[in-house]
T-cell receptor, first 110, second 116 residues
Framework: LAKTTQPISMDSYEGQEVNITCSHN???????ITWYQQFPSQGPRFIIQ???TKVTNEVASLFIPADRKSSTLSLPRVSLSDTAVYYC???????????FGGGTRLMVKP | NAGVMQNPRHLVRRRGQEARLRCSPM?????VYWYRQLPEEGLKFMVY????????ESGMPKERFSAEFPKEGPSILRIQQVVRGDSAAYFC??????????????FGEGSWLTVV
């Protein structure tokens, strides 16, 4: 079963840059990579989406190497409010199932 | 999350009762997905539906759980004869189509089921 793999948790301090990597070895040609942020008692919130190379928006950057077997979410200058669980999602064409990884629990400390 | 509406947000049921969770997708979206999240765990796929069709229910328990997405109205996730282990957050998501390149899936705020 195709799946994504992320680190279980990460710690950081306010003002630092945080990079969270997701591996998705079975990604298919047409699959996009999407990252979500989830706070306790809330639904996952869309952060950023990309196909290859680099994508940047007002909150994050997404780096995808040429082989697309992994992706890295980069959060610049994190604050305490960035403490959350971050999920990467790839639509695997092998099936209709949208498979989430286990998520990365980011803890930002003062 | 704007646009995917779930209700109720919180639901308490006694063991053996039925729970019905509703999801209205974003305007224009015809694909709906249901996920379950147990406390301190990740999101587990349950079922993927299009209007009037179940496309993939491989993540749905074979007994007591059912889902529908009628031509008119919201998608419904139904849990019969609930047990304590059904206590979880149930998230609905919607999209235009998962296979359209760059299509984005948006989530609702979830329905929290507590079985007492």
């Amino acid at each position: 079963l195709a799946k994504t793999t992320q680190p279980i948790s990460m710690d950081s301090y306010e003002g630092q840059e945080v990079n969270i990597t997701c591996s998705h070895n079975n990604i298919a040609t047409n699959d996009y990579i999407t990252w979500y942020q989830q706070f306790p008692s809330q639904g996952p919130r869309f952060i950023i989406q990309g196909y290859k190379t680099k994508v940047t928006n007002e909150v994050a950057s997404l780096f995808i190497p040429a082989d697309r077997k992994s992706s890295t979410l980069s959060l610049p200058r994190v604050s305490l409010s960035d403490t959350a669980v971050y999920y990467c999602l790839v639509v695997f064409n092998a099936g209709n199932m949208l498979t989430f990884g286990g998520g990365t629990r980011l803890m930002v400390k003062p | 999350n704007a646009g995917v509406m779930q209700n109720p947000r919180h639901l308490v049921r006694r063991r053996g009762q039925e729970a019905r969770l509703r999801c209205s997708p974003m305007k224009g979206h015809s694909h709906v997905y249901w996920y379950r999240q147990l406390p301190e765990e990740g999101l587990k796929f349950m079922v993927y539906l299009q209007k009037e069709n179940i496309i993939d229910e491989s993540g749905m328990p074979k007994e007591r759980f059912s889902a529908e997405f009628p031509k008119e109205g919201p998608s419904i996730l139904r849990i019969q004869q609930v047990v304590r282990g059904d206590s979880a957050a149930y998230f609905c998501a919607s999209s235009l189509s998962p296979r359209d390149p760059g299509n984005t899936i948006y989530f609702g705020e979830g329905s929290w089921l507590t079985v007492v």
